[in-house]
């Protein structure tokens, strides 16, 4: 499979997630057996104006690859200049535009999900970008800014005449933001009218999840996100069902426990332990969700740990619990 000219082995793509697909994130998810991954969102002006932080998000690694970095951002101009940075100081294979977060701090400056109530200028925007990159652009988008508003036809009509590569559909409307149901049926074979690959997005949980959401739209490709936290082997069995093998069994509690601790290692690793152990607060305690009995350690990760020994501690408490 090919994205622009890139080749993408497998169709299953690490969905962009701001605070959470960082390189280390990537590169433990990579793998599973994940074919394209995207970066965390970067803010355009963040990286103009010299944002030291901004540029962290940038970084990519040599197994990394392919991947895409996403920007956001509402100024044609200001796009042409982060991007000449990122083509500067990043190693990276896709640019993406967001156009579809609906967090208030990017939609009041015209980017993210704004873009989407507005088609004309999402399109002069989008040709700007594609004609400033020298990387293969793809984009993501949502149904539209709400249920009465929605427009992923028009848009992605739109962008395939802006000549983006590839589309991501989150199946929510802006309005809608991480809840309630995606509606793929607004999607329907939509792929069939494109000629530039889909890829879906929303509440993909299980290999099954991703084969219906490819089936009803025809996508060639599609996102885990919420759904492989915690859960790589999600990204494996995807790809298991689609090439119609058998599936791998669910992960036994000691396998996440090896999973965690790796991870773990990883973004220690990459972030030093302060910030890394902030961040892993959050995300640990997804490798002990659907165990019976774990409620507690997990509150306990997502609040107390303040060191890697006090993780350490906890992995090989259940380590031996699950001996016992
Ligand atoms: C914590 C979090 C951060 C996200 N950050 C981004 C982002 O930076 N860019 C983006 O395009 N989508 C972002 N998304 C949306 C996801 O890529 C995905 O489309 C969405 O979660 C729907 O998939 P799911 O229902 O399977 O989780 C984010 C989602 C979550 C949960």
Redesign the pocket.
């Known amino acids: 499979m090919k994205i622009a000219d890139i080749e993408i082995k497998t169709p299953v793509i690490l ?7 960082t390189l280390a994130y990537r590169e433990f998810m990579k793998p599973f057996g994940v074919g394209l991954s ?4 970067i803010s355009d002006c963040g990286l103009v104006y010299g944002n030291a932080l901004t540029r962290e998000y940038a970084k990519t690694s040599k197994i990394d690859h392919p991947v895409g970095l ?1 920007l ?1 951002g509402s100024d044609p101009a200001i796009a042409k200049k982060a991007i000449a940075i990122l083509e500067g100081i990043a190693s990276y294979d896709i640019l ?1 535009v ?4 609906p967090v208030y701090k990017v939609t009041k400056t015209g980017a ?1 999900s704004a873009m989407l109530k507005d088609p004309n200028t999402l399109y002069t925007y989008m040709r700007e970008v594609v004609s400033s990159s020298h990387k293969p652009v793809s984009t ?1 988008i949502r149904l539209g800014w709400d249920s009465q508003s929605i427009n992923v036809r028009e848009v992605a009509s739109l962008l395939e005449k802006a000549g983006v590569s590839l589309i ?1 559909i ?1 199946a ?1 409307t802006a309005k809608q933001a ?1 809840s309630g149901t ?1 509606d793929y049926s607004k999607i329907e074979n939509l792929a069939s009218e494109l000629s530039v690959p889909l890829c879906v ?5 299980t290999p099954e ?1 991703a084969k219906k959401a490819m089936d009803i739209s025809g996508a060639k490709f599609v ?6 936290l915690g859960n790589p082997k999600l990204v494996t069995n995807i790809n298991h069902l689609l090439m119609g093998e058998d599936l791998e069994p669910p992960s036994t509690l000691l396998e996440e426990v090896d999973y965690a601790e790796r991870f773990a290692k990883m973004l220690i690793e990459q972030d030093g332990e302060h910030s890394a152990i902030m961040q892993l607060r959050g995300l640990i305690p997804h490798f002990f969700s659907g165990f019976p009995g774990y409620k507690k350690i997990r509150a306990e990760i997502s609040v107390n740990i303040k060191t890697y020994e006090d993780l350490q501690k906890i992995f090989t408490g259940i380590r031996n619990r699950s001996r016992l």
């Open positions: 969905a962009p997630m701001a605070g959470v697909t995207y970066s965390e969102m996403q956001f993406d967001n156009l579809g977060c993210g993501k991501s989150h929510r991480y995606p997005s929303g509440d993909i949980y999840d996102m885990v996100a919420r759904g492989g």
